[in-house]
């Protein structure tokens, strides 16, 4: 039962342009959502966190959205680069458990 | 800081063996989770670790098994390999409090025979 839902396999954009990443997720009680990118043979890199209390929250080049209602979260990743090439996981954790739920990935791929 | 490291990096191993892979945590984590990657089940969580304790389990055999020691190393071991437990195994270390951001070493694969 995938409680963290990623439909998009995989994603190209241009250079410059913006990469949305999108994540759904069935249970109501992840009130702690993360991204992670992830390249082959190493271990996801943390790239930003939003807490449920909050709708949007933004590091540099990254944003991410939280809609509750929607059970729906997504990635911004403005002005894209090609060093942004990777799997993008999505995962989300209920507040007493630090167990993660993970998406199965978005492989983005930032076209020069 | 130095990051999450994880011996070995590879591994090959046949049906019914057992095996132990390691990982330390980053200098002042607590807490160490481990995490199985697969194609076709993607990432899934096996355990967590915090203060010598497993304090979370996921929802995976008892042949997978784990421990912490007083420096947080952890270690995990799985007996009577089967040919579907090759996988990369992720550790994942963070101060403890759990809203804290975790951080992944570069992972074991494990290949089994």
């Known amino acids: 039962d995938q409680q963290v839902k990623q439909n998009s396999p995989s994603l190209s954009v241009q250079e410059g342009r913006i990469s949305i990443l999108n994540c759904d997720y069935t249970?109501?009680?992840?009130?702690?959502f993360l991204w992670y990118k992830k390249y082959p043979a190493e271990g996801p890199t943390f790239l930003i966190s939003i807490s449920s209390i909050k709708d949007k929250n933004e590091d540099g080049r990254f944003t991410v959205f939280l809609n509750k209602s929607a059970k729906h979260l997504s990635l911004h990743i403005v002005p894209s680069q090609p060093g942004d090439s990777a799997v993008y996981f999505c995962?989300?954790?209920?507040?007493?458990?630090?167990?993660?739920?993970f998406g199965t990935g978005t492989r983005l791929t930032v076209i020069p | 800081k130095a990051g999450v490291t994880q011996t070995p990096r590879y591994l090959i191993k046949t049906r019914g063996q057992q095996v132990t892979l390691s990982c330390s945590p980053i200098s002042g984590h607590r807490s160490v989770s481990w995490y199985q990657q697969t194609p076709g089940q993607g990432l899934q969580f096996l355990f967590e670790?915090?203060?010598?304790?497993?304090?979370n389990k996921g929802n995976f055999p008892g042949r997978f098994s784990g421990r912490q020691f007083s420096n947080s190393r952890s270690e995990m071991n799985v007996s009577t390999l089967e040919l579907g437990d090759s996988a990369l195994y992720l550790c994942?270390?963070?101060?403890?409090?759990?809203?804290?951001?975790?951080?992944f070493g570069p992972g074991t694969r494990l290949t089994v025979l």
């Open positions: 994942a270390s963070s101060l403890g409090h759990t809203t804290d951001t975790q951080y």
């Open positions: 670790y915090f203060s010598e304790t497993q304090r």
């Open positions: 249970n109501s009680m992840f009130d702690y």
């Open positions: 995962a989300a954790s209920v507040s007493g458990a630090n167990n993660l739920f």
